[in-house]
């Protein structure tokens, strides 16, 4: 079998997707989709979830890893499999290969969250960290596989793996009724090129958009946007792909009506918001279709969504991280520094202003020794919960009413 991924492959069918799915049907979860009143009002269009972070390893990509892994004969099975990926891939192709019986080894780069790691070193796979980016962990996979005559597993470029990630858009036609859009995140294509292949056979009206960060719209460049590229990383590092397939990007042009690309700072919102409003854990890229909705709520409004949400694998920390920063955008969080007498009682009279405002005191530091503090003055810094900007206002003018200090 020829490891290079990158390489042109036939197209896929609508068949192809539907003896996937026979197959699947034993081997995956068939997810929820669910409706989010919450969402629908917030958005301005009617939105279905598609809950792919339901799966066992909370990913979509089990679809193509197992289909794949299917076609293997028992002499490939006895050489082992190689991978390169971020997390998602990793963890289906371990898990998929460890209930068929086949020695799986997968490259990661060294930006992959820690739990990713953990998570297919615990579905039995042996892992390389090495690279700084998915680029170098492909290569040294490549590079792996031949050394060891074992098969390599393509993350999104080969039309197994695009048909099985596919399944997910006949669940979603089966799921809704009447639907108009399905917004899908996007980083090499096999998801999207999947989806389009499903749908536009099945029902053509139905639009498939792919959405992508501003970091990484390397697909939407590939399918002919001039969309620019902003230096930075990102949150949804599973969408972060520079090179996209050359079968998933010829799906795309024939297929895919658009590809949207959203701000990080939007992409963030979505992933607090999707725990907030809809009690889910979601990463970054699953994230990127909602980001989609708020971003660019014309493309979308009165329409009848279902946004695939790819996965949950989202290290603890950067969710945390996330959830902060949400809070205090949006007035829930606030840090107030005033410039009070440094001498007793100070700390409970400001407490006491708060109280009585309703608000809730979560840190308190005290800097007597900042450049420009008076000998005898203190800078106390207050972090506050608060209901909304409106709430963190309120306490702002009890607070200047009776006579503290505010600093910007």
């Known amino acids: 079998m020829n490891p290079n991924p990158t390489e042109a492959r036939p197209s896929v069918v609508l068949a192809d997707i539907q003896a996937a799915a026979a197959v699947l049907a034993s081997a995956v979860d068939v997810t929820p989709c669910l409706h ?54 990793a963890q289906g192709v371990a898990r998929h290969a460890r ?18 790691i953990t998570r297919t070193e615990y ?45 997910v858009g006949l669940e979603i036609l089966d799921q ?3 639907l108009d859009v399905v917004v899908v995140p996007v ?3 096999g998801l999207l090129a999947g989806i389009a292949v499903a749908v536009k056979a099945l029902q053509p009206s ?23 590229i902003v230096a930075a990383t990102t949150i949804a590092e599973g969408i972060a792909v520079p090179n996209p397939g050359a079968a998933t990007v010829a799906v795309a042009r024939d297929l895919v009506d658009e ?30 279709p ?11 409004a009165g329409r009848r969504c279902a946004l695939v949400v790819s996965g949950g694998n989202i290290d603890p920390r950067t969710l945390s991280a996330v959830l902060l920063r949400a809070l205090a955008r949006e007035g829930r969080l606030v840090l107030y520094r005033c410039r009070i007498p440094d001498r007793p009682g100070q700390l409970a009279s400001i407490a006491a202003i708060i109280a009585a405002a309703r608000g809730n005191v979560v840190d308190v530091e005290h800097h007597r020794d900042r450049p420009g503090v008076a000998v005898r003055d203190a800078i106390l810094e207050v972090s506050v919960e608060t209901r909304d900007r409106n709430h963190a206002d309120a306490i702002a003018h009890a607070l200047i009413a009776a006579g503290i200090e505010l600093l910007p």
Not at 99 to 116: C, D, N, R, W
């Open 36 to 89: 989010s009143e919450t969402l629908s009002a917030i958005t301005g269009a009617d939105v279905w979830c598609k809950y792919e972070n339901l799966q066992y390893t909370a990913s979509f990509k089990e679809r193509g890893a197992r289909w794949f892994l299917e076609s293997l004969d028992e002499e490939a099975r006895t050489r082992g499999v190689l991978a390169a990926s971020a997390g998602t891939h």
């Open 99 to 116: 209930l068929l019986g086949i020695a799986a080894t997968i490259v990661m780069p060294e930006s992959t969250p820690f739990t990713k």
């Open 123 to 167: 579905e039995g796979a042996t892992v390389i960290v090495h690279g700084a980016d998915f680029a170098e962990a492909y290569r040294r996979a490549i590079e792996i596989a031949e050394e060891q005559g074992a098969t390599f597993v393509p993350a999104f470029d080969h039309p197994r793996i695009i048909a099985g990630q596919g399944t």
């Open 176 to 178: 809704v009724a009447d």
């Open 187 to 189: 980083g090499g294509g």
């Open 206 to 228: 139905v639009r498939v958009v792919g959405v992508q960060s501003e970091t990484h719209p390397y697909f939407a460049r590939a399918v002919g946007s001039d969309a620019p």
């Open 259 to 288: 590809i949207l690309v959203v701000e990080e700072s939007t992409i963030e919102a979505a992933v607090a918001l999707m725990l907030d409003v809809e009690k889910t854990v979601v990463e970054g890229a699953a994230a990127a």
């Open 290 to 300: 909602l980001a989609a909705l708020l971003e660019h709520p014309q493309a979308f």
